[in-house]
C-alpha cells in the first residue's frame, strides 16, 4: 500500500462509519430508555416493612434485619422492627397493632405454631404481604423463607449414628421449645433416622426452650447419668453453647459428638466448630436468607399480586460446617459486617 493509500484509508472508514450512524433511529443515537424500571421503583418507594421476630439481639435476627435493610433501604422501602423481646404475647400484640396500620408488608418470626396463626390470616385479608421466616405457623401465608427442619433433622442425626459405630449407642436429643416449628420439624428428622437404627438408645429427650443455661443443666445431668453417652443432637447452636459447655466439663470433648444447626454467624458457628465445642454445625445461612426475602418482597411488591393470592416457600441450601471448612471463606460470615453494610 503506498503512502498516500495509508493516509486515505482512515478517513474513508470514518466516513462510512459516520454514514451508518446517520441511518441509524435517532433513539439509537440517544440511548434506549429501560421501560420498566420505573414501575419498579415507584412500587417500592415509600412502603413500610414492619419485622417482628421473636427478640432482637442475636445472630439470626439481627442478621436478617441487616440483609433486609440492606437490600430495601436504597429503593426508599422503611424496614421497622418491632421486638416482643421473647415474650409470645407482645408478639401477637404487635401484629395486632401492625395489621392496624396496614404496613404493605409484615416478616413474622414465628414463637409457636397457632400463636399468630390468625392474626397472620387476618392481615393478608387487610391486603398486608406477610412472609414467615424459618419458624412457620400453621397458617401458610404468601412465603415462607427458612430451613428445612426435617433434612436438619436427618443430617445431623446421621452424623452422629455414624459417629457412633462401635461405640456404646447411646444418644440424647437437646430440643428447642416444644410448641414451635423448628423442633417439632427438627425432632421428625430424628425420628426419621433412628428408626432405620434400631441399635441407637436415646437415654434423654428433653426441650431447653432455645435457653443456653438450661440445656447446660439438662445436659449434665445426663452425663453424670451416662457417662458413655456417645452423641448428642442438639437443635440450635445458640443454645447448644450451653449443651458444649457441660460436655467440656465433663472431660468429654472430642470424645462425644455434637451435632447442632444455626444461621452460620461466625463466633457462633465456625468458631465453635474450630474451639471443638461442636462437631457438626448444620448452617442456613442467614445473609442468603436475608436475600432471599428481600427478592420475594421486591417481586411482590412489583407483581400487582393480592396478598394471599399465591402461596411459596424458598428452602435454604444448608452448609454443613465442620472442622474441614470452618476455615474456609464464606463457610460462615460476620454479624457486624452485615450491620456496617446496612
Known amino acids: 500500500m503506498t503512502g498516500l493509500m495509508k493516509k486515505i484509508m482512515p478517513a474513508i472508514a470514518g466516513l462510512g462509519m459516520l454514514a451508518l450512524a446517520g441511518n441509524l433511529p435517532a433513539n439509537a443515537q ?110 401458610r401465608s404468601t412465603a415462607f423463607v427458612g430451613a428445612n427442619w426435617i433434612e436438619i433433622g436427618e443430617r445431623d ?45 436415646v437415654v434423654s429427650s428433653q426441650a431447653a426452650d432455645w435457653d443456653a443455661a ?14 458413655d453417652i456417645c452423641g448428642i443432637v442438639g437443635f440450635w447452636d445458640g443454645m447448644d453453647i450451653g449443651t458444649a459447655a457441660a460436655v467440656k466439663e465433663a472431660g468429654l470433648t472430642g470424645k462425644l459428638y455434637l451435632a447442632t444447626s444455626g444461621g452460620g454467624e461466625t463466633r457462633g458457628a465456625c468458631d465453635q466448630v474450630k474451639s471443638g465445642a461442636f462437631d457438626l454445625d448444620m448452617s442456613y445461612d442467614v445473609p442468603t436468607q436475608a436475600s432471599d426475602m428481600a427478592a420475594m418482597i421486591k417481586w411482590l411488591l412489583d407483581s400487582g399480586m393480592k396478598p394471599g393470592e399465591v402461596k411459596s416457600s424458598i428452602y435454604t441450601t444448608l452448609i454443613p460446617i465442620t472442622k474441614a471448612n470452618a476455615d474456609a471463606p464464606g463457610t460462615c460470615w460476620s454479624l457486624s459486617a452485615m450491620q456496617n453494610r446496612s
Request: proline share 5%.
Open 30 to 139: 440517544q440511548g434506549l430508555d429501560e421501560p420498566f424500571q420505573a414501575q419498579f421503583t415507584k412500587a417500592l418507594a415509600g412502603k413500610v416493612v414492619a419485622y417482628v421476630p421473636v427478640a432482637m439481639n442475636f445472630d439470626l435476627t439481627e442478621g436478617w434485619f441487616a440483609g433486609v435493610k440492606q437490600q430495601l433501604a436504597p429503593y426508599g422501602v422503611k424496614v421497622e422492627v418491632r421486638d416482643p423481646n421473647w415474650s409470645t404475647n407482645a408478639g401477637a400484640q404487635a401484629v395486632t397493632t401492625l395489621i392496624s396500620e396496614k404496613p404493605a408488608v409484615m416478616i413474622i418470626h414465628n414463637p409457636d405454631v397457632q400463636t399468630y396463626a390468625k392474626l397472620l390470616q387476618r392481615a393478608e385479608k387487610e391486603g398486608i404481604y406477610v412472609i414467615q421466616i424459618n419458624m412457620g405457623s400453621a397458617y
Open 157 to 201: 442425626t446421621e452424623a452422629v449414628v455414624e459417629a457412633c459405630h462401635g461405640k456404646s449407642n447411646k444418644i440424647a436429643i437437646v430440643q428447642g421449645a416444644l410448641s414451635a416449628a423448628a423442633s417439632a420439624y427438627t425432632l421428625k428428622g430424628v425420628e426419621n433416622i433412628l428408626a432405620k437404627h434400631p441399635e441407637i438408645q
Open 214 to 227: 438450661k440445656a447446660k443443666a439438662i445436659t449434665q445431668t445426663v452425663l453424670k447419668q451416662h457417662p
